[in-house]
């Protein structure tokens, strides 16, 4: 399947490939996946970016928030993924609990994730407050992206799921976290659900690529979580949304199909048995 774009060609997308594309200004393409099966796809598609999110704590695992997933069920994830992708650069999510606080632990789980699962980078939550860990991990040659906006391990703080840094204040803190991100080395940066002339901003004066899910069409790239972008969840309608298919619908048919075939004796047939 052909896409365009002057990195197309490229065998293994790296940090270094990202920076390149900002530079260039070909837009980078980031989708969530979870599993070896999806990862194969995506791949063959010449996505640039997979990342194991912890949204499989939503999508993956039926719970309300992020925040349950644990370290090794992100394991499981991200070396399936890593099992199946040859070209994209794979990221994977620290999950809660893993990071905050405790720089060493940080460490620790950043490191769990390089060697067990395989995987290119880490991404984590936050701003000023996980600077430490974000140094301390860096320092050990992990390359970290960073997730600013919308945070949803915070959403026990923030009490909703609305759009972030409307007020001044916020944006500033955002600005500034960005900046802050930027020169402790992190290699790209997630903006979650934030005015889109905020996103512009942020891209224009970094000099990092900067992905959006909800933050308009100015910044470097833009990320979306398989499950909605398919239409396998169809419960969560944000406005970025956009959804290119309601595959739920197609499987429902499918097995439909095949109950009825088994039920009316249909399946299998002749040519369908030994
Ligand atoms: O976990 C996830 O899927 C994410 C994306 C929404 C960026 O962090």
Same mark, same amino acid.
């Given at each position: ?179 802050? *991100? !930027?020169?402790?080395?992190? %290699? ?11 996103? @512009?901003? =942020? $891209? #224009? ?28 969840? *169809? !419960?969560?309608?944000?406005? %970025? ?11 429902? @048919?499918? =097995? $439909? #199909? ?17």
């Amino acid at each position: 399947m052909a896409t365009s774009g002057s990195f197309r060609n490229v065998i293994k997308v790296t940090t270094h490939v990202l920076q390149e594309m900002k530079l260039k200004g070909e837009k980078i393409a980031m989708l969530t996946a979870y599993d070896y099966s999806f990862a194969r796809i995506l791949d063959s598609t010449g996505i640039d970016v997979i990342l194991v999110g912890d949204s499989a704590s939503n999508v993956m695992a039926g719970h309300s928030s992020t925040l349950p997933i644990t370290l090794n069920e992100m394991i499981y994830h991200g070396s399936s993924v890593v099992r199946a992708v040859k070209r994209a650069l794979v990221v994977v999510d620290l999950p809660f609990g893993t990071y905050q606080g405790n720089s060493k632990e940080a460490l620790n789980s950043a490191i769990r994730i390089m060697k067990e699962c395989g995987a290119d980078a880490v991404k984590l939550e936050g701003g000023k407050e996980i600077l430490e860990s974000v140094d301390r991990i860096l320092s050990a040659g992990i390359p970290v992206m960073g997730h600013l906006g919308l945070t949803p391990q915070s959403i026990h703080k923030f009490g909703t799921y609305v759009v972030r840094a409307t007020q001044p204040d916020e944006a500033a803190k955002l600005v500034e976290d960005a900046h802050l *991100l !930027e020169n402790a080395g992190c %290699f790209a940066i997630v903006l979650e659900k934030i005015p889109a002339r905020l996103g @512009g901003q =942020v $891209t #224009s004066e970094l000099r990092i690529p900067i992905i959006g899910i909800g933050a308009g069409s100015d910044v470097d790239g833009q990320v979306l979580v398989l499950h909605d972008m398919l239409g396998i969840t *169809l !419960e969560f309608s944000p406005r %970025f949304l956009r959804r290119y298919h309601t595959l739920s619908e197609e499987i429902r @048919g499918s =097995v $439909t #199909s095949y109950i009825n075939d088994v039920k009316n004796l249909d399946f299998p047939n002749e040519k369908e048995q030994y």
